[in-house]
């Protein structure tokens, strides 16, 4: 058996006859390597160990920013999704496309009007009336939208109401009224007239006989839908002047009785001797 060593390390072993190395590999008719051939040998290993580390290092470099951006992307429509839905759920109530607030609404399934739906108009027959006089409304309810929808249009629910400056005098739902619901559709008008009396309203509902007259002035009018109030219409001015006064009434006067002949063709003048 022979051995070949150097200052450093023994470098080949003979195991097994001529021929073979230490580690079992055959270098021809036992050749032995320079001590620069096993420095390039430890060399390549050593490149091809690091470029399949660098390799394995940017795979995992890869796949990690791969994940993070799946993740990051999956939580962003999450939460995208997430933020859409309160404005879905406030864009639809305010188009009214799930607003039933009416029992009929519900049991139906037609939607409620809303203000995408309808159009409030408002106008008097005389915009000057005298206190304790009558000012007649028209009220017109008029569809727009693009789908049908239920509203009750009766003086209880499309409110017709009078104020002077910020304060409401008067208000046509006071007094209860049967439900009045109108199917709208496509360009379906409802026109109504309401009459105010000249009178301020009170909290209970009672006859104008049993309400006083407002105080001359400028008023204004408009209507709205008691459920909804975003549905109105433009105020309209209305101008309460006094009460004409009465005509003086012509009182039968006293008037001079003829004279009375007395036979002395005198009449009732005195006699004088």
Same mark, same amino acid.
Request: glycine share 8%.
């Given at each position: 058996?022979a051995?070949?060593?150097?200052?450093?390390?023994?470098?080949?072993?003979?195991?097994?006859?001529?021929?073979?190395?230490?580690?079992g590999? &055959?270098?021809?008719?036992?050749?032995?390597?320079?001590?620069?051939?096993?420095? %390039?040998?430890?060399?390549?290993?050593?490149?091809?160990?690091?470029?399949?580390? *660098?390799?394995?290092?940017?795979?995992?470099?890869?796949?990690?920013?791969?994940?993070? %951006?799946?993740?990051?992307?999956?939580?962003?429509? *999450?939460?995208?999704?997430?933020?859409?839905?309160?404005?879905?759920?406030?864009?639809?109530?305010? =188009?009214?496309?799930? #607003?039933?607030?009416?029992?009929?609404?519900?049991?139906?399934?037609?939607p =409620?009007?809303?203000?995408?739906?309808?159009?409030?108009?408002?106008?008097?027959?005389?915009?000057?009336?005298? &206190?304790?006089?009558?000012?007649?409304?028209?009220?017109?309810?008029?569809?727009?939208?693009?789908?049908?929808?239920?509203?009750? *249009?009766?003086?209880?629910?499309? #409110?017709?109401?009078?104020?002077?400056?910020?304060?409401? #005098?008067?208000?046509?739902?006071?007094?209860?009224?049967?439900?009045?619901?109108?199917?709208?559709?496509?360009?379906?008008v409802?026109?109504q007239?309401?009459?105010?009396?000249?009178?301020?309203?009170?909290?209970?509902?009672?006859? =104008?006989s049993?309400?006083?007259?407002?105080?001359?002035?400028?008023?204004?009018?408009?209507?709205?839908?008691? =459920?909804?109030?975003?549905?109105?219409?433009?105020?309209?001015?209305?101008?309460?002047?006094?009460?004409?006064?009465?005509?003086?009434?012509?009182?039968?006067?006293?008037?001079?009785?003829? *004279?009375?002949?007395?036979?002395?063709?005198?009449?009732?003048?005195?006699?004088?001797?």
């Amino acid at each position: 058996m022979a051995t070949w060593k150097d200052s450093t390390h023994s470098a080949w072993q003979s195991s097994s006859g001529p021929g073979r190395t230490s580690g079992g590999r &055959s270098r021809g008719s036992g050749r032995r390597l320079s001590k620069a051939e096993m420095r %390039r040998v430890y060399l390549r290993r050593r490149i091809i160990a690091v470029i399949v580390l *660098a390799a394995v290092i940017a795979a995992a470099v890869w796949g990690g920013v791969a994940i993070a %951006r799946i993740l990051s992307r999956r939580h962003s429509a *999450a939460s995208t999704v997430q933020a859409a839905k309160p404005r879905a759920s406030s864009s639809a109530a305010s =188009d009214g496309q799930t #607003v039933h607030r009416t029992e009929k609404s519900k049991l139906s399934g037609i939607p =409620d009007c809303t203000a995408s739906d309808l159009e409030l108009s408002l106008s008097v027959q005389q915009s000057t009336v005298e &206190s304790g006089g009558t000012a007649v409304f028209n009220v017109s309810v008029a569809h727009k939208g693009q789908r049908d929808c239920l509203i009750d *249009a009766a003086n209880g629910s499309r #409110v017709l109401a009078v104020a002077s400056g910020n304060t409401v #005098v008067w208000r046509s739902d006071i007094c209860e009224s049967s439900a009045r619901m109108l199917l709208m559709t496509d360009k379906d008008v409802d026109t109504q007239k309401i009459s105010w009396g000249t009178k301020a309203a009170q909290s209970s509902c009672k006859p =104008d006989s049993a309400l006083e007259n407002v105080q001359p002035g400028t008023y204004t009018a408009y209507t709205y839908i008691k =459920d909804d109030p975003s549905i109105r219409s433009a105020k309209v001015p209305v101008i309460v002047t006094q009460p004409a006064a009465p005509a003086p009434s012509s009182e039968p006067g006293t008037q001079d009785s003829p *004279a009375q002949d007395n036979g002395t063709g005198q009449g009732n003048s005195d006699n004088r001797q």
